[in-house]
């Protein structure tokens, strides 16, 4: 059980990089939501692109590496739920900076139910480059 908690609470290094980072907003006090336009999907600009742009990617994989790795050592249900809560705390954290994103909270669902969903059949996988995030599912064919 120890080593379960242990896991867990490591993993909230992951969704936590704001911490680690100088160019964090400044916490101000008040709790906003981010506007569609200031939450790209992908494209935000061309200073520090390959930390800034792919954000939603970078919520997809997390979440999906996460709740593997999680869903190991424990039932891929409460693995789930975790994951979600710890994404839910960093976007409480980032709406006293920025603001809080719902594209981030779609991007760590569906992280979280790829994960959940991917078996030896098909698999869902999310991959960016410098124009585009693509979600691609991938099918095994019995042949």
């Known amino acids: 059980m120890f080593a379960r908690m242990f896991l867990a609470l490591s993993l909230s290094v992951f ?3 704001s911490v680690a980072h100088s160019w964090t907003y400044p916490y101000d006090g008040e709790f906003k939501q981010l506007t569609a336009e200031k939450d790209p999907w992908f494209f ?3 200073e520090r692109w390959c ?3 792919p954000d939603k990617w970078q919520h997809f994989m997390g979440s ?3 709740h593997q790795l999680l869903s190991k050592r424990m039932d891929k249900y409460l693995s789930g739920g975790i ?3 710890l994404g839910v705390a960093k976007e409480i954290a980032d709406a006293y900076r920025e603001g809080y994103s719902l594209r981030d909270r779609f991007a760590d669902l ?3 139910s790829a994960s959940l969903f991917n078996n030896g059949t098909y698999r869902l996988l999310c991959t960016y480059d410098s124009e585009s995030v693509l979600l691609r599912l991938y ?5």
Do not use: I, R
């Not at 099918?139 to 042949?143: A, E, S």
């Open 51 to 53: 930390v800034k742009n």
């Open 64 to 66: 999906y590496a996460a």
């Open 44 to 46: 935000v600009d061309y």
């Open 83 to 85: 994951v979600m809560t």
């Open 15 to 17: 969704f936590l990089p």
């Open 110 to 112: 569906l992280g979280v």
């Open 139 to 143: 099918l095994k064919t019995p042949f």
